[in-house]
């Protein structure tokens, strides 16, 4: 009967990841990190999401649990998540990459109902213990009316850094000001940020540099963000230390809690949507320390293939240069598979590597591994500086470019790789040297940087207070304040 009781006053929280892998990640650690406090966690997948997932693990040699990605971690640890896979409204079938505009007005329109039945039959079912909370990614349009529909505490959850989330939270501010959606059109620097002394428009999220913001991606973004606005708390995979004017501006108009580095540093639960190419461990182990350029454009950016082949030649150029390449087979986002220059492979033998997917967590911990030439998604900058590998930086799209001015600018732990859009292979081949080479300053910078993730992480540390923090003050929305123990 005690047992029973106390199973009822666990916290229970759905949770929704968006279905794109650099969010799924965060989201797979952030439940585990939840379940190990203490919470019952039912978690939401697409089931495309899923059969990616299941399909990477069977090619690569793994015989998974077809139902759960969470099975190992529950009989490991015993932790409560449930697992479930939902419809996004299409097809299993339905190519969503090809077909992204329908895919994103699917996701603005079939899923929030695929999910809003979800949660009301799983609160009719009397579920024990009974749902409080709904967490779901803040690149979400229906989190807030479906949780005020089924009275749960409605918690976002921001992947990408403050200074993104607090860009496009002040949208209004931009608009007004002329410098996003206006006919001003104003180019100078950003000065009246609550918390950012001042910002480039180079510099803001891709979708607010847009001259043209009326796409369908630009109308979900910008409606998932005012939805973001209506959460009652929202939690940011980021360290207080390293964004704190911006982050404590923010926290004046809403409870907002930086709790990361949340990634993933072992491979508990295998949620990759693609399979490992094998090899790339022996093959750095095989390399001097530090001797490696690492070169990946993460799991969803386009690249075109011009740009592949000036990135190819700025290798070329660098001849004695040894380099792990993941190239995703969609890259440049149509079926073509030669992206690489004629006869490249067989040049660049012996010292090049080019891998489909890689355990990048992995790559980034070898001591072989000495600098990485990345597109700066959050997850690669936060997993490069806990590695205390130097970036070498070329944003592409959405926060990327945000990120990357942390890096460069900010934090001074990497370096661009283009002076401006073009992309030329004397630029390339110049900074991949001057990386290699020439970055004991970005090293040094990139231990201090190293030393903010990991006291974050520790006991007393910012991100765990705030994450207690955070759990106590989800608990004091749902309780009379006389029964919460601090
Ligand atoms: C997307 C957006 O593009 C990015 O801007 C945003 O910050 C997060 O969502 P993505 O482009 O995939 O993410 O980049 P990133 O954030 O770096 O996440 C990629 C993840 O995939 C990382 O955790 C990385 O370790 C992993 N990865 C990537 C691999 O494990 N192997 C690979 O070969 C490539």
């Not at 793994?62 to 139902?67: K, R």
């Not at 505009?101 to 039959?121: K, Q, R, S, T």
């Not at 180019?187 to 803001?204: K, Q, S, T």
């Not at 001849?319 to 440049?332: C, G, M």
Request: proline share 5%.
């Amino acid at each position: 009967m005690a047992a029973a009781a106390e199973q009822h006053m666990k916290p229970h929280a759905i949770m929704v990841p968006v279905p794109l892998q650099g969010h799924l990640i965060p989201s797979v650690e952030l439940a585990l990190k939840l379940a190990s406090n203490g919470f019952t966690i039912t978690f939401i997948n697409t089931q495309i999401t899923h059969s990616k997932i299941t399909l990477a693990r069977s090619l690569t040699g793994e015989s998974p649990d077809d139902e759960d990605i969470f099975s190992d971690q529950r009989n490991l640890h015993g932790f409560d998540i449930r697992y479930v896979t939902l419809s996004d409204g299409f097809p299993l079938s339905f190519d969503r990459s090809r077909n992204h505009n329908e895919f994103m007005e699917g996701l603005l329109l079939a899923f929030p109902v695929i999910v809003d039945e979800f949660i009301g039959n799983l609160l009719s079912s009397d579920v024990n213990p009974p749902v409080s909370y709904l967490i779901a990614d803040s690149f979400f349009v229906w989190p807030s009316a479906v949780a005020k529909k089924h009275c749960l505490v409605h918690i976002s959850f921001w992947t990408e850094p403050a200074l993104a989330f607090t860009m496009y939270y002040h949208i209004h501010l931009l608009r007004r000001h002329g410098h996003f959606d206006s006919q001003d059109n104003r180019r100078d620097a950003i000065n009246y940020i609550p918390g950012v002394e001042a910002i480039e428009c180079r510099d803001l999220p891709s979708y607010l540099q847009d001259s043209e913001p009326w796409s369908v991606m630009h109308r979900y973004i910008f409606k998932s963000l005012e939805d973001a606005r209506e959460a009652d708390f929202v939690i940011c995979n980021t360290v207080f230390e390293l964004e704190s004017s911006t982050i404590t501006a923010l926290q004046e108009t809403k409870p907002f809690y930086a709790i990361g580095p949340i990634f993933r540093r072992g491979s508990a639960v295998a949620a990759d949507f693609w399979p490992e190419t094998p090899g790339c461990g022996p093959w750095l182990d095989a390399r001097p320390e530090n001797s490696v350029l690492y070169i990946s454009f993460g799991s969803l950016v386009n690249v075109g293939k011009e740009v592949i082949q000036e990135i190819a030649h700025g290798l070329l150029q660098n001849s004695k240069l040894s380099f792990l390449w993941a190239i995703r087979r969609d890259i440049t986002g149509c079926e073509e598979t030669k992206v690489l220059p004629v006869g490249f492979e067989d040049e660049v033998r012996g010292r090049g590597l080019v891998v489909a997917w890689c355990s990048q967590i992995e790559v980034l911990s070898h001591s072989a591994t000495g600098g990485f030439l990345t597109h700066c998604g959050w997850n690669s900058v936060l997993e490069s500086v806990w590695c205390e590998v130097p970036m070498l930086c070329f944003p592409l799209l959405t926060d990327q470019f945000t990120n990357r001015k942390l890096v460069v600018d900010d934090w001074k732990v990497g370096m661009n790789m283009c002076g401006g859009k073009e992309v030329g292979r004397e630029e390339v081949a110049e900074n991949m040297k001057r990386l290699m080479n020439d970055a004991e300053g970005l090293r040094e910078n990139m231990k201090e940087r190293k030393k903010t993730l990991q006291n974050a992480l520790s006991p007393d540390g910012s991100s765990e207070k705030n994450f207690e923090q955070f759990m106590h003050d989800i608990k004091l929305k749902i309780q009379p304040k006389s029964s919460i123990s601090t």
